[in-house]
């Protein structure tokens, strides 16, 4: 299947672990991003990569790090996770040329406990 | 600072009949606008999108209308559909803003049998 896909879909962790989630496109893509959706149910864009370049970085704790092997994926690692990091992850990709549209991938939900 | 917004958190319309969901924004610079639709569990699908020098854009069931001197947009389904009911994020991108989308609060809509 085409599409963008997230793994773990759900995560749950203990304060203070480091965990990392995975985004994968196989659309032919060249631009990914991860989003946040928070409890207040707001989508704020994270961090955007284009050809393993990051190009977006929004006001994001360093303890978040995104790292692009490829331009087919880009996997978000999360130092010393915090409470206030428990919320719904989601991985988007578009397509080359400066489509505007993106493709989100099903979302992981990570809980801090 | 809440650039995009969507002022209604729920709509409950009859099968058959018209979904109007509404959207503001406060940035003269976005110059396109998207509409995504979400089921729980399941990340945004896009639905349609607009540029700025349109006012209007249809496909299928779906229209979305731009009034860009009042900053406004609208997305209308008809006939509405059992199947519609979701949650509907707008979105929008400014050129040049590395293609950063900045989300609405989303609207949920009910369409009752």
């Known amino acids: 299947d085409t599409a963008v896909s997230q793994t773990p879909k759900y995560l749950v962790t203990q304060m203070g672990n480091d965990k990392s989630i995975k985004c994968e496109q196989n659309?032919?893509?060249?631009?990914m991003y991860w989003y946040k959706q928070d409890s207040k149910k707001f989508l704020k864009i994270m961090f955007s990569?284009?050809?393993?370049?990051?190009?977006i970085n929004e006001t994001v704790p360093n303890r978040f790090s995104p790292k692009s092997p490829d331009k087919a994926h880009l996997n978000l690692h999360i130092n010393s996770l915090e409470l206030g990091d428990s919320a719904v992850y989601f991985c988007?990709?578009?397509?080359?040329?400066?489509?505007?549209?993106?493709?989100f991938g099903p979302g992981t939900r990570l809980t801090v406990l | 600072d809440q650039q995009v917004k969507q002022n209604s958190p729920s709509l409950s319309v009859q099968e058959g009949r018209i979904s109007i969901l509404n959207c503001d924004y406060t940035?003269?610079?976005?110059?396109?606008f998207l509409w995504y639709k979400k089921y729980p569990a399941e990340g945004p699908t896009f639905l349609i999108s607009?540029?700025?020098?349109?006012d209007k854009n249809e496909d299928g069931r779906f229209t979305v209308f731009l009034n860009k001197s009042a900053k406004h947009l609208s997305l209308h389904i008809v006939p509405s559909q059992p199947g519609d009911s979701a949650v509907y994020f707008c979105?929008?991108?400014?050129?040049?803003?590395?293609?950063?989308?900045?989300f609405g609060q989303g609207t949920r809509l009910t369409i009752n049998p």
């Open positions: 988007a990709s578009s397509r080359p040329g400066g489509a505007r549209e993106q493709f």
């Open positions: 659309l032919g893509h060249d631009t």
């Open positions: 990569y284009n050809n393993k370049e990051l190009i």
């Open positions: 940035n003269s610079m976005f110059d396109y």
């Open positions: 607009i540029s700025s020098i349109k």
């Open positions: 979105a929008a991108s400014a050129f040049g803003g590395a293609q950063k989308l900045v």
